[in-house]
């Protein structure tokens, strides 16, 4: 199967057997149909709504897809911290903890298959017809700046990638390099740049040598990274969705990192019987017919995409009430964090929750469902030890900030 075959929406992928390796977590059960809303989807996918069983054709490609975002069992924590990323792409990473086997790097590739399209110039300098909104006919090469007077388009839409990169990934590779001297004076882009828009995946954090992390999150948290060569530089986009995964049952992972992931869930493989039965059915349905099982999400693959893409265009009309703002610092004070990333990664991912329920306005039940993911683990190291007590700091903040969120319950931040 060639790339040109995958449907749109999917992504080839290297290893056809990877998700052989990943038993343990598995699909929801039941289809999800008939969806009216993000919310009504987000009910669903965690666990709060009805479901239909009703299978669909097989859409008959094989091996090349990967596991259905919408099909994953359990993970809440870790769907809500992506699909809040999915709609605010401005948010920063999000890092997956769990131990080995829990599905963190499946969670990570279904991912950008529920991404809406990718904007793509069509001009090696990367013109954008966003640069003209912005800046005007200025901020585009004088090619583009005529196609535009034109009318002829500067951009095309493309399905969201998937780049996990390899532990083995240079800094070249990262930012880019000069182009062979035969192929004239270019200077050829890096990953970080093509994965503009896109998703980047580190898998086990720790793997990665020090400078690619540092690079990574740094072109993660400016949207764009410089080039420095003698007497030229460049800057390219690089607005990519971060989404990593760490093992703290095994190593350490130290606070300078997870202070720069906006969004830090936990993940634990399902407990109940019912659930891990469900997951054994249909990992077993997943590897006798990936392509088969996958086409049985695929309109509400389809519709969640929809909808992600309705709550990032509802996004920046979604307002925080002053007090509210007061509030969430009051909070974050009181937790003793002393970095103002805590409050923007907590308040623009409370804003993200607003609009996927669809308002416009922030409510103290949108800080309170994202304060955990929010402001967990930004202090100290993420050790064994703190691994095993984050049951009870969880707790401990949530019991901290609910009397900060208290006089906002009633009204809802309204005002
Ligand atoms: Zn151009």
Do not use: N
């Amino acid at each position: 199967m060639s790339a040109e075959d995958v449907p749109e929406g999917w992504e080839l992928i290297g290893d056809a057997d990877a998700p052989r390796a990943h038993f343990g977590l598995g699909p929801k059960p039941e289809l999800i149909t008939s969806v009216r809303s993000l919310k009504d989807l987000m009910d669903r996918v965690l666990g709060r709504g009805e479901y239909d069983r009703t299978r669909q054709e097989d859409a008959g490609w094989a091996h090349v897809v990967p596991f259905p975002f919408l099909a994953m069992v359990g993970l809440r924590e870790a769907r809500t911290a992506l699909l809040l990323s999915a709609i605010h792409p401005g948010l920063g990473g999000v890092l997956l903890a769990g131990p080995s086997g829990v599905g963190k790097s499946i969670l990570a590739r279904s991912f950008a298959a529920i991404l809406p399209p990718v904007v793509r110039s069509l001009c090696y300098y990367g013109c954008l017809p966003e640069d003209i909104e912005r800046g005007g006919l200025e901020a585009v090469c004088a090619d583009c700046a005529r196609k535009y007077q034109a009318g002829e388009p500067l951009a095309t839409e493309s399905p969201a990638r998937f780049f996990a990169l390899d532990p083995t990934v240079t800094l070249d590779d990262l930012i880019g390099q000069p182009s062979p001297p035969d192929q004239g004076p270019r200077f050829r882009k890096g990953l970080l740049a093509q994965a503009d828009g896109h998703v980047v995946y580190l898998d086990d954090l720790a793997r990665y040598p020090p400078l690619v992390v540092e690079a990574v999150l740094e072109a993660a948290a400016m949207g764009y990274y410089t080039v420095q060569r003698p007497g030229w530089t460049a800057s390219y986009r690089s607005r990519f969705l971060l989404v990593a995964s760490v093992d703290p049952t095994r190593t350490p992972v130290p606070q300078p990192w997870l202070e720069r992931f906006a969004l830090r869930a936990v993940l634990h493989p399902p407990q109940d019987d019912e659930a891990r039965q469900q997951v054994y059915e249909h990992v077993r349905a997943w590897q006798e017919d990936p392509g088969g099982f996958a086409a049985l999400y695929r309109d509400e693959t389809e519709a969640l995409r929809a909808e992600i893409h309705a709550a990032r265009v509802r996004l920046p009309r979604v307002r925080v009430a002053p007090e509210l703002v007061r509030a969430a610092i009051q909070g974050v004070q009181r937790l003793g964090l002393r970095s103002p990333r805590a409050e923007y990664a907590w308040l623009e991912a409370a804003r993200a929750h607003a609009a996927a329920e669809g308002r416009e306005y922030v409510r103290a039940a949108d800080l309170d469902a994202t304060a955990t993911l929010a402001l967990r683990w930004r202090e100290t190291d993420l050790t064994p030890e703190a691994w095993t007590t984050t049951e009870a700091a969880d707790a401990r903040r949530k019991d901290r900030l609910a009397e900060v969120l208290a006089p906002f319950a009633e009204k809802g931040g309204e005002a």
